[in-house]
């Protein structure tokens, strides 16, 4: 069973940055897009962005809550999953989750739970003055 392994997060004040990471030891990590959600207490769990595999270019696609302050890449050599966030604030709080997901090629990624598996244990974002 593939493993995905997320660290990074912690507490940091309105308009802090964070890096999160998701490391997996999957076999052809190239040949697979990847995800981050993200679930705040008591809602349901809401995409944040997604990165496609390197044969489409790694293409992205983020959250309008997150567009020009979220920017996620990966290190193919590594097999990491980086989620760079900047400028963050308290509606940021949350549980983050990164997933592999199913599709590749031409497939656009509506950023929805049922197009991702293999989800991991999560890291705490908090955001707090």
């Known amino acids: 069973q593939v493993q995905l392994v997320e660290s990074g997060g912690g507490l940091v004040q309105p308009g802090g940055s964070l890096i999160l990471s998701c490391t997996t030891s999957?076999?052809?990590?190239?040949?697979?897009?990847f995800g981050w959600f993200r679930q705040a207490p008591g809602k349901e769990r809401e995409g944040v962005s997604c990165?496609?595999?390197?044969?489409?270019?790694?293409?992205?696609t983020y959250a309008d809550s997150v567009k020009g302050r979220f920017t996620i890449s990966r290190d193919d050599r590594k097999k990491t999953i980086y989620l760079q966030m900047n400028n963050l604030q308290p509606d940021d709080t949350a549980v983050y989750y990164c997933?592999?997901?199913?599709?590749?090629?031409?497939?656009?990624?509506?950023?929805?739970?049922?197009?991702?598996?293999?989800w991991g244990q999560g890291t705490q974002v908090t955001v707090s003055a």
């Open positions: 990165i496609k595999d390197t044969l489409d270019g790694a293409a992205t």
């Open positions: 997933a592999r997901g199913y599709y590749s090629g031409n497939y656009h990624y509506r950023l929805v739970s049922s197009e991702f598996r293999d």
């Open positions: 999957i076999v052809n990590f190239h040949n697979y897009a």
